[in-house]
């Protein structure tokens, strides 16, 4: 009712047709937009128990002009599983914020990417620590495998790279028929033998923590744990973030690659 209510006639296409003792759209004329009888909407807003579909839900979300989190709090109350979550309208003042938390991180790596493992965004640390540079492909799984500058600071490559695959073939399992998916797993398996034994073993692991161990030309050995977070309003996107665990004085290494003095260092030093 309190939907209903913020939808003048205008905003429906219909004519105003004079005073109206409650603000927004009667229920007959939901109903009618809707595609269905004004007695059964009339139960649906009473909560009464009616046999509710999806596709009806649906054309009441539209003519309510239901934003995608009302839209499935609407199938919750019907007692469906909900759609999967809408990317939110406000993308460019979201991301604008993202970018945001990932320098407010530094002087510890972070970066976002998408669903597809592009990497959209990074922060200064994670192009000093994780090598991300302009030059590379810009997604972290083909990275992960034809980068030879990241491959040779992350000793725990072999490691992580089970962990990595796995954690693919449970994000491609989400979307079995996705094309930007099959592409990059295309690409993925174009790059040899290494990704394709990997992907052979169909392990499945969810995206989550991974303790990485690099050797940085500058400082010497560095222990980080990246944490993948989802992000509710745009659920395309997820930010990483590394955190240095106490081992080898992380954290101290980490607070001096960020300073002045390092950034003159990186100037002459930027191999392996």
């Known amino acids: 009712m309190s939907r209903r209510a913020r939808v003048s006639p205008a905003d429906a296409g219909l004519p105003e047709g004079g005073r109206r003792r409650t603000p927004g759209l009667r229920r007959e004329e939901v109903a009618v937009l809707a595609g269905v009888g ?4 009339q139960w649906l807003e009473q909560g009464r128990d009616i046999s509710v579909s ?3 839900l649906d054309a009441v ?19 469906l599983n909900p759609p999967a979550v809408q990317a939110d309208e406000d993308c460019a003042e979201m991301c604008e914020g993202l970018r945001r938390l990932i320098d407010t991180w530094m002087p510890y790596p972070a ?6 493992y ?19 492909t810009q997604n972290c799984v083909l990275d992960f495998f034809t980068d030879p500058m990241y491959r040779s600071r992350n000793t725990s490559w072999e490691r992580n790279a089970a962990t990595l695959v ?4 449970a994000a491609c399992s989400e979307h079995p028929e996705d094309e930007g998916f099959q592409d990059l797993l295309a690409r993925l398996h174009a ?49 990483v973030l590394h955190t240095p665990l106490p081992l080898a004085d992380t954290a101290a290494k980490l607070e001096w690659l960020a300073s002045p003095e390092a950034r003159r260092g990186t100037m002459y030093r930027v191999a392996g």
């Open 38 to 41: 004004a007695s059964w909407y």
């Open 166 to 169: 796995a954690q693919l073939r």
């Open 118 to 136: 592009n990497c959209l965004v990074y922060n200064d640390a994670a192009a000093m620590v994780l090598s991300m540079r302009p030059e590379t």
């Open 191 to 239: 790059t040899g033998e290494e990704f394709t034994s990997l992907w052979q073993r169909q392990d499945i692991r969810p995206a989550g923590q991974v303790h990485k161990e690099l050797d940085h030309p500058l400082v010497g050995v560095l222990h980080v744990e990246s944490t993948a977070l989802k992000v509710p309003a745009q659920p395309h996107l997820t930010i």
């Open 54 to 56: 999806p596709q009806v």
């Open 111 to 116: 970066h976002i990417m998408d669903r597809y």
């Open 61 to 79: 979300a539209r003519v309510l002009k239901l934003s995608g989190i009302e839209r499935r709090h609407l199938y919750v109350l019907a007692g």
